[in-house]
């Protein structure tokens, strides 16, 4: 069992805003596997550069963001209470923050950055080297794992994609309109697969999911019995 657990990963990319974070964490509570969110990275390292004022008019001082990064310590764990992952930026919970519509505006900017790619991309691989991992993302089939063992593509509309995020920052308490979300999120894909560096694609052997017509559970089961014929056949 051991033996097959080990560096046993699983690799869930997408367009923002496809679920894919939640269809991951109940795919890793199902089968007891280690959730990684490699999006709150970027994130976190999005708040740490808007509070370092690293970038100005939308354009980043890539040196200087670069020069912070090998200290800055990313952190993720469990809060029992609240039944959820955060993240934490040099020991500070910073996991609200980064999901508000000031960090989601430019963490597509900072996530084009190779300099930013690179350190990520490394702790990553570093992250994932011992259990079984379930890695959600936009280039963990393409880039961080070619060689994973199952690699789903989640898809949906932009228009079902806003409505999900309207209603998750509306339950926030965030004063946003559906038409600025809507934006935020045609935005953010053009830039994720525009970008020059790891754009969003879809591999070929990866799955494709489209989950605009389905429910949370319909997915998870779905994704689930594909990921335990693999799993079950592995030496
Ligand atoms: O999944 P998310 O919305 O939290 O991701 C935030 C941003 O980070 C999104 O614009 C794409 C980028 N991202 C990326 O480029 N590569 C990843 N592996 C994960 C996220």
Same mark, same amino acid.
């Given at each position: 069992?051991?033996?097959?657990?080990?560096?046993?990963?699983?690799?869930?990319?997408?367009?923002?805003?496809?679920?894919?974070?939640?269809?991951?964490?109940?795919?890793?509570?199902?089968? /007891? #596997?280690? +959730?990684?969110?490699?999006?709150?990275? @970027?994130?976190?390292?999005?708040?740490?550069? %808007?509070? *370092?004022?690293? =970038?100005?008019?939308?354009?980043?001082?890539?040196?200087?963001?670069?020069?912070?990064l090998?200290?800055?310590?990313? /952190? #993720?764990? +469990?809060?029992?209470?609240?039944?959820? @992952?955060?993240?934490?930026?040099?020991?500070e %919970?910073? *996991?609200?923050? =980064?999901r508000?519509?000031?960090?989601?505006?430019?963490?597509?900017?900072?996530?084009?950055?190779p300099?930013?790619?690179k350190?990520?991309?490394?702790?990553?691989?570093?992250?994932a080297?011992?259990?079984?991992?379930i890695?959600?993302?936009?280039?963990?089939?393409?880039?961080?794992?070619?060689?994973?063992?199952?690699?789903?593509?989640?898809?949906?509309?932009?228009?079902?994609?806003?409505?999900r995020?309207?209603?998750?920052?509306?339950?926030?308490?965030?004063?946003?309109?559906?038409?600025?979300?809507?934006?935020?999120?045609?935005?953010r894909?053009?830039?994720?697969?525009?970008?020059?560096v790891?754009?969003l694609?879809?591999?070929?052997?990866?799955?494709?999911?489209d989950?605009?017509?389905?429910t949370?559970?319909?997915?998870?089961?779905?994704?689930?019995?594909?990921?335990?014929?693999?799993?079950?056949?592995?030496?």
């Amino acid at each position: 069992m051991e033996k097959k657990r080990k560096g046993f990963i699983v690799a869930v990319d997408g367009y923002s805003s496809t679920g894919k974070s939640t269809v991951s964490k109940l795919l890793a509570a199902r089968l /007891g #596997f280690t +959730y990684i969110d490699t999006g709150a990275m @970027y994130r976190v390292v999005t708040l740490k550069a %808007l509070r *370092e004022g690293v =970038i100005h008019d939308g354009v980043v001082d890539e040196e200087r963001l670069g020069s912070l990064l090998p200290a800055l310590k990313i /952190g #993720f764990l +469990y809060n029992e209470g609240k039944k959820r @992952y955060e993240s934490y930026l040099d020991g500070e %919970l910073v *996991e609200d923050m =980064i999901r508000g519509m000031e960090v989601s505006d430019k963490v597509s900017l900072i996530a084009a950055l190779p300099v930013v790619r690179k350190v990520l991309v490394e702790k990553q691989r570093e992250m994932a080297k011992e259990g079984a991992v379930i890695m959600d993302g936009r280039d963990i089939g393409s880039v961080v794992f070619p060689d994973a063992d199952v690699k789903f593509f989640l898809t949906a509309s932009s228009e079902v994609r806003a409505e999900r995020r309207y209603r998750e920052l509306l339950a926030k308490g965030e004063t946003v309109t559906f038409d600025e979300v809507r934006a935020n999120v045609e935005k953010r894909d053009y830039i994720d697969e525009h970008r020059a560096v790891s754009p969003l694609r879809k591999v070929p052997d990866a799955v494709e999911i489209d989950n605009g017509n389905l429910t949370i559970d319909e997915e998870v089961r779905e994704m689930a019995a594909i990921i335990m014929r693999k799993y079950e056949s592995r030496d």
